[in-house]
């Protein structure tokens, strides 16, 4: 299958970037088997600081799944040092946050939830553990003394080389 990168895109209000607290944060993506076709009906979690065996037991894998149709064993992971950030700059277009190395399988969805940090543009505070689940958030930032926000997140995969 290849590389596939997570890019996001949003409207930005005060913030002059976010991003994923990496390597734990938690990627709940939905799952296509290559082979087959099969897509996932749950969300599955995706996390940098995990691993697991492969069946072979010589390498691990960010992910493993056996497919419910096929019986294919495929894996996923986390390209180190892929995560990026999204600033004020990147409004209006998408911009890479992760990318995945997939075999036999690749993502189709993804859904944000809790673990992203703001920096807020004029008062450099950092908010953390933000939940992106609604693909929004607002907040009064105290120090600069405005309300702060992450609007219309919108995520797509793209193939890389």
């Not at 960010?62 to 992971?77: P, S, T, V």
Request: glycine share 8%; charged share 25%.
């Amino acid at each position: 299958m290849g590389k596939l990168s997570l890019q996001i895109s949003a409207t930005l209000e005060g913030i002059e970037e976010f991003y994923t607290s990496h390597p734990n944060y938690t990627f709940l993506l939905k799952i296509k088997c290559s082979s087959c076709g099969e897509i996932s009906d749950k969300w599955h979690d995706v996390t940098e600081s995990q691993t697991y065996p492969g069946k072979t037991g010589k390498s691990e894998n960010h992910y493993i799944a056996k497919c419910k149709l096929c019986g294919r064993e495929n894996n996923l992971d986390i390209i180190p040092g892929s995560n990026g950030k999204y600033t004020s700059d990147d409004q209006g277009s998408f911009k890479n946050i992760v990318t995945f190395d997939c075999r036999g399988i690749e993502p189709v969805d993804f859904s944000p939830s809790e673990g992203w940090i703001a920096k807020v543009e004029d008062s450099g505070n950092i908010f953390d553990n933000i939940n992106l689940s609604d693909k929004e958030w607002v907040e009064y930032d105290e120090k600069s003394k405005q309300s702060v926000g992450i609007y219309e997140l919108e995520s797509k995969f793209v193939s890389v080389k």
